[in-house]
């Protein structure tokens, strides 16, 4: 679990970035590129926790 | 870095021609020669010649179409017009599902290549995360990055895949090359066809062609990379055929590693496998930085993001999470034949091209009414 | 002597806490903001400099970074300004008040370093005309004032006309013969004036002052140069002189085209920056980018060209320089010719060439003097000392770590034999032995010269041999480093040097953890970097990536009459630097005039 977790902490810091580029989206171009950016960055942060679980549990 | 950040950079010519090469002859690394191999045995060099000539002539109609419709224009605007904006986002979407596709395949690959190789230790998340890494950094530098960083690294791949293909003379057979057709005559043509999808020169052009520097000098750009990549491909397949019985090469998933293995030139020259590390690294960071920022800009105009590199993290995360999903190099390399290799051509070629003259149909449409319109508009004025 | 005794031993059996005060603290609230030592002898202060700004704060509340920036910028300003309270004043007309004003911008009597020399100019009759010459003791030349100023207006003089205006004009033209004599109106003009060494000539009842020219310190001669030295070409180098270093490279350069602007940055002292460039040759807009940010330098103090490079490239943060600090007069002039901006920062013995390449920092003025296969010989040469000081010592531990099999099996045994003595990992011994150059070289450059070659001696060969002999090290890695020292010592640029130092180690991590995987991903990363940086406007990787066509000054040296157009990522006014022909009467490179070898396109 250790390990799943030190190996997450990038996936986490890219989540924020990502849902940070979002928000700045929101204010220059709009609900849909922020509706995007926004999934995006769920999306990586599911895909690669899942990722991680396979490689390491 | 911050003057390169603009999504309209414009590249030179040749430091195109350079990527579009790297990006190709890269395949030379990958599984293209074992399943070319496999499927035409003897005449395994033929297919990369059709291929190429096949990928010439789309090349032309795409370039012409282009250059006579839609100047400065790319594959997603183009279907904004065809498809409105719901469908373009669509298309930008697959090809840059596409993109991600192919770097994760292409990351797993050289991934395994590498841990099998060179660093059998090293575990394989970590190999694949440096890898990533770098191909995240070069793509956040945008497309004139890569651009330099090929056109600088091209010399060294142009030597190191001819010193490949020379250094193994000492073990030659050219007899291995007969029967000339292999398995016949009809397999080479259909996997010509079918393994074509290795030359994405044709959709990567309706992708960077409003970033080409000078669009006059596009169509020898084409011509000039697709012939000297085929040229690489044919060369290192022929010694990859002279070398090694045809039933063995369809077997190896790294024919250029292979070839550098038996490298033997007296007691100083020899094994000297480790050296072409520094070949294929650089080509597949470059191929694969290629692709992401294709993924990244296509994303961003299909879903009118102002700029595409923050979005690059997530994407590395993504194409990561995705080449490491397979259980085994087995599965990766058989995924890969089966899908990216396989139907690789329909998004490679035909889509683009059915876009393609689905617009120029509109726009010629278009534009005869607006001369008809004019045309009742004078007469009308004259009554 | 029982009194100290005894006073020593009081203080150590008596409790007192006394003993914390008796240093000096600066940390005190005596906010007295005078220089004086007693009670007033001098005229008060004129400019209250105890204010916020330089109070220390107190206080623990937060504030914001852009909150934290803006009061810094105000309070900045705030003091700049009072600084120059009183600086666009006119100059007072009576001699008391100008006795007192000096006194007061000079901070007088207790600055020792301003000679004000009182006089009377020589006139008819018994009517006094008094004046005064203001100058910095030791930055004026005393025999210029005596027999250019002095003596003629106090001995030679007999004036007879009672308008002090016009007599002024007339001293000005006729008497002292100063070679640069200017009217100045502002105190601001005399002040700076007074302090870059000339010498003020006052008279009573007059509104302006006259400048003279009397520069007259001390400094270096012109010497050989300390880094860039050469076996062909001229051996003179900058010095510490703003003017003998422009004059060096206007004697090189001899057009009316060549310009030389100076600009002075500094609030506190302020410091002539010189800008050089041939008008009608180099590109206007890198002149101006150039003289945009010097002229945006606002700062205290600027002493050197290493603090003004700092100042205005582009990305400080690379360890690849983006400015070409030179000592060589001729290089400057070479690269003026070839629309280069050459910048010169007070009295420093460096001048700054910019824009810059990365290939023009591993060039040397011997390249062009040399005919070019040697030139191009030296030139790959050095290309080839630059990779292997950035990567011998990285490929050696990756070689020996994970690609042992690539070696010949003698070679390999042989290292596994030298390395079976010693204990510690490669990587260990290699950053030892880095260490012990590195302290090396640091060493040398501060060791005595008298002991110099004899530490030289025992730390190269003593340390070397015993480290070997101890089984610290293995003999290959000693071979190894010292190649690796050798090739970064050929890199002729010292800030490339530098950067290739510390660059070497991050390789050598890589080489450590992923061998030549490692290697090559992070050289294909900075490579990438690499491409994207700008120097003042151009790429620096250029004119390889992007590819700009006059290929055939960067790795090699083609022949000087193939080359003839001056480089295209500078974008100059003039791009043909001769005629295509240079070699008429010779068949051979007439025909090859303009064609040439290694070019991409045709110049």
Redesign the interface.
Known sequence: MLKFCS?MV??VL??F??MS?SR??AK???T??YV??AM??V???G??A???W??VM | MTQSARRNAKVPSNEMTAMLIIFVATNAFLTYPRYISRNAYEAAWMEPVLSGALTLILFLIVEFLLRKYFRNLDIVEVSKEVFGRFGAGCVALLFSLYFLCSTAAVMREFTENVVSTVLPATPLIFVGAVFMFAVGYIAYAGIEGICRASFIFLPLLLVGLVAVCLMTMNWWHPYFLLPLWGTGVDRVFVGSFQYASIFANVLLLTIIYPHVHDTRATRRMGVVSISVSTCLLVALMLTYHMVFPPEETGKTTFALYRLARIIHMGPFFQRLESIFVFLWVTAATIRMSVTLWGAAYLLSKAFNWSSYRPAIPSLVLISFSMGMWADSWVQVIDLDGKYLLRWGWTVVFALPLVILLLGSTVRAIRRDRADEHDDNGGRMRRA | MNRIFGGAVKRLLTVDDSVLDEQFSLENDNLDSSYQFGPSEAPPEEVNFTTAENMNYRTNKRVSMKKFLQRGEQEYHAAVDKARIGHDVEIPTHLEDMRAKLERAFHMPQNKDIVVREFQVGVEGNSKWSGMVVFVDGLADKNVINLSILEPLMILTHLTDAQPERTMKYVADKMVPGNQSVFVDSWADLVNNVLTGSTILWLEHCSSALVIETKGWEHRSVSSPQTEAVVRGSHDAFTESFRTNTGLVRSRLRTEHLVTEIISVGNLARTDIGIMYVHGLTNPSLVREVRKRISEIDVDFLMDSGMLEQFIEDKPSMLIPQVMATERPDRVAASLAEGYVAIFVGNTPFCLIVPVVLWSLIHTSEDTNIRYLPGTFMRVLRMIALFTALLLPSLYVAVTNYHSEMLPTDLMLAIAGSREQVPFPVVVEVLLMEFAIELIREAGIRIPSVIGPTIGIVGALIIGQAAVQAGIVSPLLVIVIATTALASFALPNYELSMGVRVLRFAFLVAGAILGFYGICILLCVYVVRLSMQKSFGVPILSPVAPNSGSARDVIVRGPLWGMNKRPTFLHPLRSWRQNPITRPWSQTTEKRAGIGFGRRRSD
């Open positions: 190996l990038i996936p890219v989540f970035y990502t580029f700045w989206l220059r171009a709009g849909g590129a995007s950016a995006l960055g999306i990586s942060l895909v690669s899942v990722t991680i396979r490689l």
